[in-house]
């Protein structure tokens, strides 16, 4: 049994993969026996009333407690994101916990604090960085020219004075390396719920989209609603389509604060009907249900180490048409998508025709990409981490 504190400045109830990624991963080491405790910015109850959520703390069993840190509102591609106030002294709690190891989700108010615990109570430190960096910049409340410069110069700085670090994505670390990092690293993955998230029958395929209202052509996003996502795209790729595919549908499942200018996108380009947003979806069996009445799952984002929700979207043999930047140009590739290059999204709507044209093609690209996320389970990312904390624990001891 190991006793992790971990730390991390996105949490429940943020709309976000970090949050969902690290909640997963954690249940599943508590069920192997492990203790968690997280260190984790507090929420006003407006956060919880965006999703419709009740306001009240998320119950992870009896191995892992929360503990919610002072914190202010900071813009997000969330709407929901807060900057942890810092005091330096999380580390009194922390020790009385009295973890094996430390943790820390990304390098800003959190981070900091768990990177301060560490060192005074000489515990082994670790950090995943999630997000590519320089991408992050665009939410700083001043633009300054240089700041991704600083921005990289100190994620490189922060990181290099973890033991061990991971990153869902080669892209993000070689960043990191390119300026500087030095420590020990491994790619690990996100982990995917391949028991939810699953292809149905085609019986059932068929009676969901008489549920939901979805054509025999329906292309889906699912996420968070920000800039940096292009959810856009696929609406004036339909806007191109309709006469050649006249009951082609685009299902928006997400929230954030993109949302009202996607309606209004739709209205102005006189599709209205043909988008469909259906805003945040709380459980994930109706999200499950939702990939397996779609056809196409599309993502354009410009700024994903992995996306969970592509990978979901390939766990229900969904076939998946991304961006190739960062990390999706990993984890989506020919043999399980379509791929689209920066700078040529006007291609989607030729590579979206295709796909439709060729149910064998898309039929083929879903079956490969169901195959390939099975390894990605949580119970499988939960024992890359058990190696990962045991390994770096021993490392640390034999040192001091």
């Not at 492990?34 to 009240?56: M, Q, R």
């Not at 020219?145 to 033991?163: G, S």
Request: proline share 6%.
């Amino acid at each position: 049994m190991v006793r992790i504190a971990i730390f991390s400045d996105n949490f429940y109830p943020e709309l976000s993969g970090i949050s969902d990624s690290i909640i997963t991963t954690g249940k599943e080491l508590a069920a192997q026996g492990h203790k968690l405790h997280f260190y984790v910015p507090s929420h006003p109850p407006e956060d919880f009333v965006l999703l419709d959520l009740p306001y009240k703390e998320i119950d992870l069993g009896p191995n892992i407690k929360v503990t919610r840190l002072w914190s202010m509102a900071y813009r997000t591609g969330s709407g929901q994101g807060r900057a942890l106030i810092l005091t330096g002294l999380r580390w009194l709690a922390v020790k009385k916990f009295n973890p094996d190891i430390i943790h820390a989700h990304l390098p800003f108010g959190a981070g900091i604090e768990g990177a301060l615990a560490a060192k005074i109570l000489r515990k082994p430190f670790v950090g995943t960085n999630h997000t590519p960096m320089t991408e992050f910049v665009r939410y700083a409340p001043i633009k300054i020219y240089h700041l991704n410069k600083l921005l990289l110069k100190y994620t490189v700085w922060f990181y290099n004075c973890c033991d061990f670090v991971s990153s869902p994505a080669h892209a993000v670390v070689d960043e990191m390396v390119a300026n500087g990092f030095k420590q020990p690293y491994r790619i690990i993955s996100n982990p995917i719920d391949v028991g939810t998230f699953r292809p149905y029958p085609e019986a059932e395929r068929k009676a969901l989209k008489k549920k939901f209202g979805f054509s025999d052509h329906t292309i889906l996003y699912a996420g968070r609603l920000a800039t940096e996502k292009r959810a856009d795209l696929p609406i004036y790729a339909v806007a191109k389509l309709i006469k050649k595919i006249p009951d082609l549908l685009y299902v928006v499942a997400g929230r954030g604060p993109d949302e009202t200018r996607l309606e209004k996108l739709a209205a102005n380009l006189g599709i209205a009907k043909h988008v469909k947003i259906l805003g945040f979806i709380k459980e994930h069996q109706a999200f499950a249900e939702i990939y397996n009445a779609s056809d196409v799952f599309a993502i354009l984002s410009t700024a994903e180490s992995q996306s969970i929700v592509a990978m979901q979207a390939m766990a229900c043999k969904l076939p998946v048409v991304a961006s190739k930047t960062w990390g999706l140009g990993e984890y989506v590739t020919p043999e399980t998508g379509v791929l689209i290059e920066r700078g040529d999204e006007d291609s989607l709507p030729e590579r979206l025709t295709v796909l439709f044209e060729h149910p064998q093609t898309m039929h083929k690209l879903g079956e490969r990409g169901h195959a390939y996320v099975q390894k990605f389970s949580p119970a499988g990312i939960a024992q890359e981490w058990n190696s990962v904390y045991d390994a770096t624990i021993a490392r640390y001891n034999a040192k001091k």
